[in-house]
């Protein structure tokens, strides 16, 4: 089957900082992948849409200037969150296609993060 | 996108009895997916459907798409301690993109 990783699982860092969160497809390569945020007991809500070799596609009141992605290679996209603040604390989750025939999106196991 | 609504929001019920998590739109969907998204864990992959009125089974998973493609249904049979967890249906938007819905958590008590 299809297997995407994150990295790191979890992320603890003082606020004003950045962290940088990766997601790689391990099997297939992915065109597209797409990041998503899921604060606690609520459901994924979509931030953007990472494209390679081009601009992220951002929702929105997202702030494509805090958020960071960069979609380098079919295998691998980054998420980075600039100049974190306590309330971007959440659980980042990545997801891909295996391609554009492809509805089923296969998800990371998510990245915590968690600013103090 | 508009937001898929998901009932109940929260469902307790004992090892044994049945469970239903219901999925209404507004709009017609073109298709709707479902994932189960374990305590801690990440969405996985269910279901597809795609057909008015479609009924497809997956062992004691029973899931439907209304025959006005704006509602779908996921229904447990005689539930089990491992199916605790989050229900999401999602829609796909014209963009390749997942809207989900608003999810239901299942607690089940041995």
């Known amino acids: 089957g299809a297997v995407v990783s994150q990295h790191p699982s979890w992320v603890i860092c003082k606020s004003g900082t950045s962290v940088k969160i990766e997601c790689r497809s391990l099997?297939?390569?992915?065109?597209?992948m797409f990041w998503y945020r899921q604060f606690p007991k609520q459901s994924l809500m979509l931030m953007a849409t990472?494209?390679?070799?081009?601009?992220?596609?951002?929702e929105q009141g997202v702030e494509k200037d805090k958020f960071l992605i960069n979609h380098a290679s079919l295998t691998l996209s980054t998420l980075t969150v600039t100049s974190a603040h306590p309330e971007d604390s959440s659980f980042y989750i990545c997801?891909?296609?295996?391609?554009?025939?492809?509805?089923?999106?296969?998800f990371g196991p998510g990245t915590r993060l968690t600013v103090l | 996108g508009q937001q898929v609504m998901q009932i109940p929001q929260y469902q307790h019920v004992q090892e044994g009895e049945d469970f239903t998590t219901y999925c209404n739109s507004s709009?017609?969907?073109?298709?709707i997916q479902w994932y189960k998204q374990r305590p801690g864990g990440h969405p996985v992959f269910l279901i597809q459907?795609?057909?008015?009125?479609e009924v497809k089974k997956q062992k004691r998973l029973t899931f439907q798409f209304g025959e006005a493609k704006k509602n779908s249904s996921l229904h447990i049979t005689a539930t089990q301690t491992t199916d605790v967890g989050t229900y999401f249906c999602?829609?796909?938007?014209?963009?390749?993109?997942?809207?989900f819905g608003t999810g239901t958590r299942l607690l089940v008590s041995p």
């Open positions: 999602a829609r796909n938007t014209g963009f390749q993109k997942l809207v």
């Open positions: 099997d297939f390569q992915a065109t597209t």
């Open positions: 997801s891909a296609r295996l391609g554009t025939s492809y509805n089923e999106q296969f």
């Open positions: 709009t017609t969907l073109s298709n």
């Open positions: 990472s494209n390679e070799g081009s601009k992220a596609t951002y």
């Open positions: 459907l795609v057909k008015s009125g």
